[in-house]
C-alpha cells in the first residue's frame, strides 16, 4: 500500500464528472485537487532507539530484516483512517515507529519482546496496515521508543485438512493470498471485508473482522477454530476441539484484542470447497425501513444468501452500491438491496427461490442480476474514491455499529442528525449515508458514508463529528463498533461499552499476559 492513501496507487480513480457536479452543488466543493506531499518532502521525527537497541533488534531478525530508514517508518507511521491519510499530508515532522522489524519465527517474535521488555521499548503488531481506527498508530505512552512488529513473513499455509474443513495460516497471510493458497487445493475461506486486498489473517482476528459474504459463511471469529500467540509472559496455544466446555473460550481473549495481550503468528480457520455456482439478485424497496423489515424476515427465516445487504436512500441516490456509478442519477428510486447465493446448483437456487419469495411478500420488486454483478465487481473500490474526495477538499470517512432490529431506525436517525448537527456547526452541509451489509436473528449492522467539505482544521472538524457520533451511538443502545475494532479512536467509549468491571477484567488480563504493558499501548483498554 502507499504511504499517504488507500492500496495501490496504479488503482486510483479520478473523479467522475458526475462526483464532481455532486460535490460542487451539494457540498460548494469545486474539487480541484490539490497535488500529494512528495515522500522526500516529509520530515520524520528521529528515531529515539540507540545504536546499542538498533544493533541488538538487528541481530535477532538480521540486518536485512530491521527498516530504520525513512521509508520503512514512513510505510508504518499508522493505518488508512481519514485522520491517517489528513495527517500525512503534513509536511511538518511527524511520528513514526523508531524501526521497523520482520521477525521470521515465533523465536524471533519472543526475542523482540524480551528485549523490549527490559529496554521499555513498546511494540505495535502490523499486518496489513489497514485499520481505520488508530490501532496502529506507534504511541510511545511514557515508552523510551516504539517500534512496529511486521508480520509479513508469516506468510505460510500450515496445514489443510480437506476432511475436518480446516487450514492453518500464518499471521501474514494476505487475503488474497489465503484465496490463491486455498484455491489451487479447491477451497476458499469466503471471508471479504473492504479490506480484503491487502489485511491479513492475523489482523482479521486481531479486529474481529467481518466479510461481505457474513450472512452465508459468518463473521471471521466464527470462522476461528485455533490461534497461536506470542507475548511476553510465554505462548497461547489455544482451540483443541471443534466445541469444549472446558471452562471460557480463551481464545476469546486474543479475538478482538489488537495486538495488545499478544502477537498472533498463526490462526487455524473453518474453509469450505469453492462454491460451484452463484446466483445474483437485486432488489428496490420503496424505503429504508420497508427494506430493513424485509432483510429482517429473510434472517429470521434462516433462507441462507450469502450476502444480503440494504443501502438507504441516500447512498442508493448517488449509487455508492455500485462504484462505477457512483455520482450518477440513480435510475431505482428507493433503497437498493443486494442478494447473492454461493453453493452447489440446486442449493444455490433454493435459497435463492425462499428469500425471493419473502422479499416479495415484504414489498420489494427485483431488478434483475445487473446491479448485484456491479457490486460485486466494484466492491473494494470504494476507499480509492475517499482519497480522491480528501484531495479534492472533501471530508470522507465510515464509520459503524450493530444494534438489534427494533432500535435500529432510531440509531440509524440518532447517529445521522449527530453527524449532520457537528457538520453543519463546522461550516458545511453532509451528505450522510448508509447501509445494512451485516444481519442476525436479533439485529443488523449499520455502515454510515459521510462527505463533507473541509472546514478550518479538517482533522478537528472530523474529531467532533466521530465524537458526536459516538455519543449517538452509545446512548442509543448501539455498539461503538461492529467490525472496524477499537484501537485508539473508540477507546474513549470501552468503559460504556463493558462497564467498570470489564475495564478490570482487561487490565488483569493485560497484567498476566504483559506485566510491563509495551504491547501496542494507548488501545483498546482505557
Known amino acids: 500500500m502507499t504511504w499517504d492513501a488507500w492500496g495501490d496507487p496504479q488503482a486510483a480513480k479520478p473523479l467522475s464528472d458526475g462526483i464532481r457536479t ?55 507511521a499508522g493505518g488508512k483512517s481519514t485522520l491517517d491519510l489528513l495527517r500525512r499530508k503534513d509536511s511538518g515532522p511527524q511520528d513514526a515507529s523508531d524501526a521497523v522489524l520482520l521477525p521470521g519465527s515465533e523465536s ?17 503488531p502490523f499486518g496489513g496496515g489497514t485499520s481505520v481506527v488508530g490501532g496502529l498508530d506507534p504511541l510511545r505512552d511514557g515508552f523510551a521508543a516504539v517500534v512496529t512488529l511486521d508480520l509479513r513473513r508469516f506468510d505460510a499455509l500450515h496445514m489443510l485438512d480437506e476432511v475436518a474443513g480446516e487450514a492453518e495460516f500464518g499471521a501474514g497471510v494476505t487475503g488474497p493470498q489465503a484465496e490463491e493458497l486455498l ?30 459474504d457474513s450472512a452465508g459463511y459468518g463473521r471471521f471469529d466464527d470462522m476461528v477454530r485455533g490461534l497461536r500467540a506470542v507475548t511476553p509472559a510465554g505462548v497461547l496455544d489455544l482451540g483443541r476441539a471443534p466445541a469444549s466446555a472446558a471452562g471460557p473460550d ?81 435510475l431505482t428510486g428507493g433503497c437498493l438491496a443486494i442478494t447473492l447465493f454461493e453453493g452447489t446448483p440446486a442449493h444455490a437456487e ?39 474526495l480528501l484531495a479534492a477538499g472533501a471530508l470522507c470517512e465510515t464509520l459503524e455499529t450493530a444494534t438489534t432490529w427494533s432500535n435500529l431506525l432510531a440509531l ?17 452541509p453532509a451528505l450522510v449515508m448508509c447501509h445494512i451489509s451485516h444481519v442476525y436473528p436479533t439485529g443488523a449492522s449499520l455502515y454510515f458514508t459521510v462527505v463533507a467539505a473541509q472546514r478550518g ?22 455498539t461503538i463498533t461492529h467490525h472496524h475494532a477499537v484501537g485508539a479512536d473508540h477507546r474513549p467509549w470501552m468503559r460504556d461499552e463493558i462497564g467498570d468491571l470489564g475495564v ?19 488501545k483498546l483498554i482505557p
Request: net charge neutral; with cysteine; charged share 20%.
Open 22 to 76: 455532486l460535490l460542487q452543488q451539494a457540498l460548494g466543493i469545486e474539487a480541484a485537487p490539490t497535488p500529494p506531499l512528495p515522500a522526500e518532502q516529509v520530515q520524520l521525527r528521529p528515531s529515539a532507539l540507540s545504536a546499542q537497541d538498533r544493533e541488538a533488534l538487528s541481530a535477532i531478525v538480521g540486518p536485512q530484516h530491521c527498516g530504520i530508514d525513512t521509508m520503512s517508518r514512513l510505510l508504518h
Open 108 to 124: 524471533e517474535v519472543a526475542a523482540i519482546l524480551r528485549y523490549c521488555t527490559e529496554r521499555r521499548i513498546a511494540v505495535v
Open 183 to 212: 484455491g489451487a487445493q479447491g477451497f476458499s475461506l469466503g471471508h471479504f471485508p473492504q479490506s480484503f486486498q491487502f489485511a491479513t489473517i492475523g489482523g482479521f482476528a486481531a479486529t474481529r473482522s467481518s466479510g461481505q
Open 250 to 330: 480463551l481464545r476469546q481473549l486474543l479475538l478482538g484484542s489488537e495486538g495488545v495481550f499478544g502477537v498472533i503468528t498463526r490462526v487455524r480457520v473453518r474453509v469450505h470447497p469453492i462454491p460451484a455456482t452463484t446466483r445474483y439478485e437485486a432488489w428496490s424497496f420503496p424505503d429504508f425501513a420497508t427494506g430493513a423489515q424485509a432483510l429482517r424476515a429473510v434472517t429470521q427465516t434462516g433462507t441462507g444468501p450469502t450476502v444480503i445487504r440494504l443501502s438507504d436512500e441516500a447512498e442508493t441516490g448517488v449509487n455508492l452500491a455500485t462504484t462505477e456509478s457512483i455520482g450518477e442519477q440513480s
Open 350 to 388: 433454493s435459497r435463492h427461490a425462499e428469500t425471493r419469495a419473502v422479499l416479495e411478500q415484504h414489498g420489494g420488486a427485483s431488478l434483475g442480476e445487473a446491479p448485484a454483478r456491479a457490486w460485486e465487481q466494484g466492491r473494494f473500490g470504494a476507499p480509492y474514491l475517499r482519497d480522491a
Open 412 to 428: 440509524k436517525a440518532a447517529v445521522t442528525e449527530a453527524l449532520t448537527t457537528s457538520l453543519t456547526e463546522s461550516g458545511t
Open 457 to 478: 482544521n479538517p482533522i478537528d472538524q472530523w474529531r467532533t463529528a466521530k465524537a458526536a457520533a459516538s455519543e449517538a451511538m452509545v446512548h442509543t443502545g448501539g
Open 504 to 522: 478490570e477484567v482487561l487490565r488483569a488480563v493485560k497484567a498476566t499476559l504483559d506485566p510491563a504493558g509495551i504491547l501496542n499501548p494507548g
